[in-house]
């Protein structure tokens, strides 16, 4: 290992993976390999319809990083942004930037015969509290949402975070809408009790004066947080919603550069952030985002990449643990998934679908690479639990093995209206 600290490890070559897993959208990964060392992984973040534009910008920017030092994390996070980019990042170029980011870290580590966090300065917490998410996938009325949280709950978890609000996304609700959503949170405390947490995620839809009317609402069923009841871009709004409200605000996911985030510490917008790893600069920003925190004097945040309460780890992780529901998508198509180019085929009414891509006839092909597609294995059942596993075992093994990855058909899901927007 000493040998291989000391000798340049040039990057050969940049690999992004679609993988589908059957859900409402697909997950992205990227390999990156040296000339004579090795390779690390790192997941870009992705939405239904834009996970093709991620991967442009992952092949784009691969072209810059090969050929460099891949030590030299740092200097290529300078070039994309200021050269690449033109001080104009996006979601999509964010997204990218974190997965090869992490991917460069993860050479490090291996360079190094250490975990990343060693390089880092250590951990700081050996053990992490976590919450089940998107458990709640068929519900439409409160009762539904009793049951399924009384299910969830026997599963050992001690925190649900839940999105309570009817679809379709609007930024005005009518009081109807209110009343559910407040009758939702009542149904499940009921049906959990007071020692469960409950962590109400509002996905940035709400204008400030529903944000401030339903926080108000629920505050008696002593929620654990309420997740961005309005939207980051307008920072003073949350804040002035902040300080009407007595429930703990979080906020960061919308948030991807340090000077969004120290915004928010100056106007004191949230109790807790959330950074997403996987689309506000990675490692690097994760590790600096807590040194504006603590300069301010403010928000608290969650452990670099898991986000959230310091104990309770970013949704993404659990998105990626829980069952084969999925909320707010429609039914999925019978038949083996897989990974695919085609981009949806538009559907009658005012836009085109969002999600999943129609299955389409002939081979299937990749929407990273052609060569993926024949690289397939089946994945028994349709818990995340056993799925995930096996998709990086999948994507990490030899090529002379041929793997095969592909994920067996789950039974269709409720239809519910959510027309305009769907859960990231």
Not at 68 to 89: N, Q
Not at 333 to 358: C, F, K, V
Not at 372 to 394: D, N
């Amino acid at each position: 290992m000493g040998e291989l600290s000391e000798i340049t490890l040039r990057v050969s070559r940049v690999t992004p993976f679609l993988v589908d897993l059957g859900g409402g959208k697909n997950l992205l990964f990227v390999k990156v390999e040296t000339e004579s060392g090795p390779h690390g992984w790192g997941e870009c973040y992705t939405q239904a319809d834009r996970d093709t534009s991620v991967i442009a910008l992952v092949d784009a920017l691969g072209r810059y990083l090969v050929g460099r030092d891949a030590s030299h994390i740092t200097h290529f996070l300078h070039v994309a942004y200021h050269d690449f980019a033109a001080k104009r990042g996006a979601m999509d170029f964010w997204s990218a930037v974190s997965g090869l980011e992490q991917a460069l870290w993860d050479i490090a580590g291996k360079r190094h015969g250490v975990p990343v966090h060693a390089l880092l300065g250590g951990p700081c917490r050996e053990r992490i509290r976590v919450y089940a998410n998107g458990w709640y996938g068929k519900s439409k009325t409160p009762a539904d949402y009793a049951a399924l949280a009384r299910e969830t709950v026997a599963r050992g978890f001690g925190a649900l975070k839940f999105d309570p609000f009817p679809g379709p996304w609007r930024t005005h609700l009518s009081r109807e809408h209110e009343e559910q959503a407040v009758a939702t949170v009542a149904a499940v405390r009921e049906a959990v009790g007071a020692e469960v947490d409950l962590l109400i995620e509002v996905h940035r839809r709400l204008a400030p004066m529903h944000a401030v009317r339903i926080a108000r609402a629920l505050e008696r069923f002593r929620p654990f947080w309420y997740e961005e009841p309005v939207s980051s871009t307008n920072l003073e709004a949350l804040a002035e919603c902040r300080r009407q409200i007595s429930i703990p605000v979080i906020t960061g996911e919308e948030l991807y550069t340090r000077a969004e985030f120290r915004r928010a510490f100056e106007l004191r917008a949230a109790d807790i952030v959330n950074p997403d790893v996987c689309n506000c600069g990675a490692v690097l920003r994760d590790r600096l985002t807590p040194q504006l925190q603590q300069h301010h004097g403010g928000a608290r945040r969650h452990p670099p990449g898991l986000g959230g309460h310091p104990e309770l780890p970013h949704h993404r992780i659990l998105r990626e643990l829980r069952g084969s529901r999925a909320r707010d998508r429609e039914p999925r198509l019978r038949g083996p998934r897989r990974l695919h180019r085609r981009p949806p085929e538009p559907r009658s009414g005012h836009r085109a679908g969002r999600g999943r891509a129609r299955a389409s006839s002939g081979t299937p092909v990749s929407a990273a690479r052609p060569a993926l597609a024949s690289r397939r294995r089946p994945v028994a059942g349709t818990m995340r639990e056993q799925t995930l596993p096996l998709i990086y075992s999948a994507l990490a093994s030899s090529p002379n093995a041929a793997p095969r990855l592909e994920v067996l058909p789950s039974p269709p899901m409720g239809e519910r209206d959510q027309t305009e927007g769907t859960p990231p």
